[in-house]
T-cell receptor, first 114, second 111 residues
Framework: KAGVTQTPRYLIKTRGQQVTLSCSPISGHRSVSWYQQTPGQGLQFLFEYFSETQRNKGNFPGRFSGRQFSNSRSEMNVSTLELGDSALYLC?????????????FGSGTQLSVL | DQQVKQNSPSLSVQEGRISILNCDYTNSMFDYFLWYKKYPAEGPTFLISISSIKDKNEDGRFTVFLNKSAKHLSLHIVPSQPGDSAVYFCAARRAGNMLTFGGGTRLMVKP
């Protein structure tokens, strides 16, 4: 069974641009969540999607958005990029997102904003 | 407001000895706790978890202990191996897949 797949692996953008990151969950997994990892703030929850609906949202500005498709694949978008958005963006999936499920992470997309 | 804290940024242990990683939390609404191992520029790898209704869970060399009254959990690795060297994150969960992570502890196991 393939793991969580994130593309692209690395991305370089300039301030003001926008970016779209993609995540394919493990087959059969319907819950997809996104996390941001930075040296200063650590790992922080962005949002979670289940059955194409955003179910939970972290404390990030509206420039960060996401969506989920009917095949459970998810994308996240960051508009008007700022230098502080440089981070490793991680996607995680689980079957339904219920409390006792394991959460599996992808390898992440390393975003650098210049 | 850090709801999950790992107060030791690093830990060095001799191969074969026990590694004990600690984690404290403040939010009593957390119902499930997980430990992840992470290498740089990679996603976290799930290690072990524990429900708040238990006080211990064991999986091979890894054991997690939960003290709800103290809002404290710990991960024991016995015996420690050089391949265990990585950053370990504890995480707490209370709704869906919204995990709150600690800041991580870098474990170095010396041969």
């Amino acid at each position: 069974k393939a793991g969580v797949t994130q593309t692209p692996r690395y991305l370089i953008k300039t301030r003001g641009q926008q970016v779209t990151l993609s995540c394919s969950p493990i087959s059969g997994h319907r819950s997809v969540s996104w996390y941001q990892q930075t040296p200063g703030q650590g790992l922080q929850f962005l949002f979670e999607y289940f059955s194409e609906t955003q179910r939970n949202k972290g404390n990030f500005p509206g420039r960060f958005s996401g969506r989920q498709f009917s095949n459970s694949r998810s994308e996240m978008n960051v508009s008007t990029l700022e230098l502080g958005d440089s981070a490793l963006y991680l996607c995680a999936s689980s079957q339904t997102g219920s409390l006792n499920e394991k959460l599996f992470f992808g390898s992440g997309t390393q975003l650098s904003v210049l | 407001d850090q709801q999950v804290k790992q107060n030791s940024p690093s830990l060095s242990v001799q191969e074969g000895r026990i590694s004990i990683l600690n984690c404290d939390y403040t939010n009593s609404m957390f119902d499930y706790f997980l430990w992840y191992k992470k290498y740089p520029a990679e996603g976290p790898t799930f290690l072990i978890s524990i429900s708040s209704i238990k006080d211990k869970n064991e999986d091979g060399r890894f054991t997690v202990f939960l003290n709800k009254s103290a809002k404290h959990l710990s991960l024991h690795i016995v015996p420690s191996q050089p391949g265990d060297s990585a950053v370990y994150f504890c995480a707490a969960r209370r709704a869906g897949n919204m995990l709150t992570f600690g800041g991580g502890t870098r474990l170095m196991v010396k041969p």
